[in-house]
């Protein structure tokens, strides 16, 4: 990716080898009598790098939204909202570029909004690897792609952001639209002020750094 945007093939290796925060997860979603009307997983976007992604090959349910450009009619078939279903191919992984990739890149790659649905009669199993940096890197636009579209964004800032969300109402999810240059973000001052008093080393409290997290 690395070399594909104009840097050298090595240029990630610092964020995302010797200090890293990517993980495994598995999941598992039991059958639903009532698929219609209950998601596995609600809309959203992976707030990382990329998503190395094992899908259950006997159970298609994830989905990725492709919208219509801009001031067009076009309409997909099948879904007016444009949810698409995504078949695993046999032996194959699904790679999803994050909110990450998509300021490293400089809007060269988007992160999609994606969904998981429920089947009423199969169970479905996945195993996503989220490919993430160290918290304290400060991602950024590369230098090979012109003038920036996006602020430098912290990592455990954005992270944090996104975990603290999961767990507790603390308003509008963070974006990377908050990091758009010239935005006037509140999050764009208060990352520098959250990570000076962070200890990454210790495990996160959610309770601890709220008035660092919560946006008014």
């Not at 976007?45 to 939204?65: E, I, K």
């Not at 963070?174 to 006037?184: A, C, V």
Request: aromatic content about 14%; charged content about 20%.
């Amino acid at each position: 990716m690395a070399e594909g945007l104009g840097m050298p093939a090595d240029y990630f290796d610092d964020a995302l080898r010797e200090v890293h925060t990517s993980y495994l997860r598995l999941n598992y979603y039991p059958p639903n009598p009532d698929p219609g009307n209950t998601l596995g997983i609600s809309p959203h976007r992976d707030a990382g790098f990329l998503t190395v992604l094992w899908q259950d090959p006997n159970c298609h349910s994830l989905q990725v939204q492709r919208p219509a450009p801009p001031g067009s009619s076009l309409r997909y078939e099948g879904d007016p909202e444009g949810w698409t279903t995504v078949i695993p191919e046999e032996g194959g992984l699904t790679i999803n570029t994050g909110d990450m990739a998509q300021i490293w890149s400089n809007n060269r790659y988007h992160a999609p909004l994606h969904r998981v649905l429920t089947n009423a009669t199969l169970r479905r199993y996945s195993a996503p690897f989220f490919y993430n940096p160290g918290y304290r890197t400060r991602v950024a636009p590369l230098p090979s792609l012109g003038k920036p579209a996006f602020s430098p964004c912290s990592w455990g800032y954005f992270r944090a952001q996104r975990f603290a969300g999961d767990f507790a109402d603390f308003g509008a999810e963070i974006q990377t639209d908050h990091f758009y240059e010239g935005s006037t973000s509140p999050h764009l001052q208060r990352q520098s002020e959250f990570e000076s008093k962070v200890d990454f080393r210790v495990p996160f409290s959610v309770e601890e750094y709220r008035p660092l997290l919560q946006i008014s």
